[in-house]
């Protein structure tokens, strides 16, 4: 009796800590991909040359910020190109 209780507790245990990192790594996916559309967006409307800079582009350190940070990298990516420093 002990054993199946055993098991049921550490099943639940386990199905409550997939579910924890499924959360998260869903959260993480559509920041990823709110960066990418707004890096894109970024580009195609060329809202950096409005601003006399030029765009941001899509080189491999450009992208992996956009996909690690998200919206808040994308808009630090163009902070940094207004202030003149380009990764």
């Not at 580009?43 to 409005?50: A, I």
């Not at 940070?69 to 420093?85: C, E, F, K, Q, T």
């Amino acid at each position: 009796m002990t054993d199946v209780l055993v098991a049921i507790i550490l099943v639940v245990a386990i199905i409550a800590i997939v579910w924890y990192l499924l959360k998260q790594v869903t959260a993480l996916v559509v920041n990823a991909v709110l960066g990418i559309v707004a890096l894109f967006i970024i580009n195609f409307l060329h809202v950096m040359q409005w601003m006399g800079k030029p765009d941001l582009g899509w080189d491999l350190a450009t992208v992996l910020v956009c996909l690690i940070g998200g919206l808040p990298g994308v808009v630090i990516l163009m902070l940094l190109s207004i202030l003149g420093i380009q990764i």
